[in-house]
């Protein structure tokens, strides 16, 4: 089941604004990840933050991480009409397999 | 060097019949799963390989669902006596290790699409 939710579940810009997308979850987690998904194909690794970390950059990439109200959020800064895709939070299993359990997504696009 | 690849890129069948999706991980990379993403969703686990141990097949929806990994590399994903709601894309990840800070590598999936 999905332990992760995104919110918006939709978000439209133009390009150079800037666009945030938070991910809440209920259990307790050891680090959270995002995943981009372009065409409802394959996804790629954004970024990881540990469960100690509260800030983490890549590039135009900002995550947060706020344990206590369960809680991250994935920045793209000055945005690009290639940034446009789904974007997911996910979460390792607790479980011995260390799946990831996945939110439903946000659906950015960016418009030029 | 090369990412994880998958095939059928794109699978249309008949109700009823059976379908094999294959997966093949990054080399070296013991850790192996399958996931499946119905339209407008997240992903849902399906079955976890790591090594030569048992899979962990708890995601597995139904008994139709089954999968194998020879030699601990190429993976197979059978479905039997498909039906209409198998309908979604496949996805494949492999990482180095299966451990929770392990980055998952995904391929680019196979479009099942049951008529």
């Known amino acids: 089941s999905q332990q992760g939710e995104e919110d918006p579940q939709a978000l439209s810009i133009q390009e150079g604004e800037n666009a945030t997308m938070n991910c809440s979850y209920k259990?307790?987690?050891?680090?959270l990840q995002w995943y981009r998904q372009n065409s409802g194909r394959g996804l790629v690794h954004l970024i990881l933050i540990r469960s100690n970390e509260r800030e983490k950059h890549s590039g135009r990439l900002r995550v947060t991480l706020d344990t206590s109200k369960k809680s991250s959020s994935l920045l793209i800064t000055a945005s690009r009409a290639a940034d446009t895709a789904s974007y997911f939070c996910?979460?390792?299993?607790?479980?011995?397999?260390?799946?990831?359990?996945f939110g439903s997504g946000t659906q950015l696009t960016v418009l030029p | 060097g090369a990412g994880v690849s998958q095939s059928p890129s794109n699978k249309v069948t008949e109700k009823g019949k059976d379908v094999e999706l294959r997966c093949d991980p990054i080399s070296g990379h013991t850790a192996l799963y399958w996931y499946r993403q119905s339209l407008g969703q997240g992903l849902e686990f399906l079955i976890y390989?790591?090594?030569?141990?048992?899979?962990?097949k708890s995601g597995l929806p139904s008994d139709r669902f089954s999968a194998e990994r020879t030699g601990g590399s190429v993976s197979t994903l059978t479905i039997q006596r498909t039906q209409q709601e198998d309908s979604a894309v496949y996805l494949c990840a492999s990482s180095l290790l299966g451990l929770d800070y392990n980055e998952q590598f995904f391929g680019p999936g196979t479009r099942l699409t049951v008529l």
């Open positions: 259990t307790s987690i050891n680090n």
């Open positions: 996910a979460r390792p299993d607790s479980g011995s397999a260390r799946q990831l359990t």
């Open positions: 390989f790591q090594g030569n141990s048992a899979p962990d």
